[in-house]
C-alpha cells in the first residue's frame, strides 16, 4: 500500500471531533531505538507545550528500559532550554528485550500508574511504535507516536525526524570522497545505512551524482552492475562511485566489491561505510522544525483525546496515523526518483 492511498483510507482518524470526559493532568515521554538529529527539538516542543495546557512532564531516561527501572525525571520549561540544536537524545536511548515480553509491559503499565500518569508519548521508529501500540492495547493506556528515526521508513508522514539531517551527512562525506575518487581515478563503494529502506541510498546518491545506487527495493542483478560500470569507465570517466544500501541484497558494500573485484581488478576499488556518522550531528533547520511541528502536534492530539496513533506531516499538513499503520505498512519509495537515477548517472 502507497502511503498516499494509507492517508486517504485512515482519512476518518485524523483528527476527528472527539469529546473525551477525563481531564489529563500528566503526560510521559521518552525516546526508544535508533538515536535521530531532531529528537531533542521534538522533546523541547513536547515539554513547551505541555506547559502550555498546563499538563505535568515526566521523562524517563534510556528508553522502555528506563520504564521498567522507574528511571525517570520531573521535568520543567528550563530543563529544555539549550537543547534544540544538539545532536543524539538528552533521554538518551537503549534496547530492551524485557519490554518485548507480556510481563515486561505489565511491570511498564505499573510504572506509568504509579505516577499517575495519564498519556506516554514515545519518540522512535517502528520497534518502539510497535512496543506503544501493545502496551496501549493491552493496559488501555493512551499512546502517542512522534516518528524519529533516520531511516524515513514510516508509513503517515512525508519525513522523519532525523532524515533530512542524515542525509545531508551523507551528501557531505561522499563529496569528500568523490574529490579523493577524482584525484586517484578510483573506484568507490559508499555505504549508508537503510537495513530494510533504500530512502537515504536513494536521495543521497541522486544528490552526489553516483554513477549507481543500490537499494532493498530493488533487486539487484550482478550482471548489470558490471554493465553498467564499464560503460563508465569506457566513457572514460576519471572515477566512479556507487552508493549501496546496507539491505541490499548484494550483501553491502563489502561483499559486493568481492565480486566486483573479478572484472575490475584492475581499478583501484576503495570501499568506504559512513555508519553511524549519519546519526550524529546537528540537526538540520528542516528537521528543527519537523520536530517541533510533531512535538506540538502530539501534545494536542492528547489534548484532544486521541490515543494509539502516530503524528506526521503529509503534503505540508499535520495527520495522525494509527501506530498500527505506521510500523505495519510499507512506505514505498517515489518511483519518479528511481526513474531518474537512470537519466541523471
Known sequence: MRDEECVVSLSSYYFPEFNSNRKLKKIGVLTSGGDSPGMNAAF??????????????????????????????????????????????????????EFRKPEGRVKAAE????????????????????????????HDISVIGIPGTIDNDLAGTDETIGYDTALNTAMDAIDKIRDTADAHERLFLVEVMGRDAGFIALE???????????????LTHLKEVKASLKEVFKEQRRSSLVVVAEGDETGGALKLSEKLREDFG???????????????????????????????????????????????????????????MAFGTKKDINPELIELTKQVK
Open 44 to 97: 523541547r516542543a513536547v515539554v513547551r507545550t505541555a506547559n502550555e495546557f498546563d499538563y505535568s512532564i515526566v521523562a524517563f531516561m534510556q528508553g522502555y528500559q528506563g520504564l521498567l527501572d522507574n528511571n525517570f525525571k520531573d521535568i520543567k520549561s528550563e530543563d529544555v532550554s539549550g537543547i534544540i540544536q544538539r545532536g543524539g537524545t538528552v533521554l538518551k536511548t537503549a534496547r530492551c528485550e
Open 111 to 138: 510504572v506509568l500508574k504509579q505516577h499517575n500518569i495519564d498519556a506516554l508519548i514515545v519518540i522512535g521508529g517502528d520497534g518502539t511504535f510497535m512496543g506503544a501500540s501493545l502496551l496501549g492495547k493491552e
Open 204 to 218: 543521497t546518491g541522486i544528490a552526489s551524482g553516483a554513477e549507481l545506487i543500490l537499494l532493498p527495493e530493488s
Open 266 to 324: 584492475k581499478y583501484e576499488m576503495r570501499v568506504c561505510i559512513l555508519g553511524h556518522i549519519q546519526r550524529g550531528g546537528t540537526p538540520t533547520a528542516r528537521d528543527r522544525v519537523l520536530a517541533t511541528r510533531l512535538g506540538a502536534a502530539a501534545v494536542k492530539a492528547i489534548n484532544e483525546g486521541h490515543s494509539q496513533v502516530m503524528v506526521g506531516v503529509v503534503n505540508g499538513s499535520m495527520k495522525l496515523t494509527p501506530l498500527r
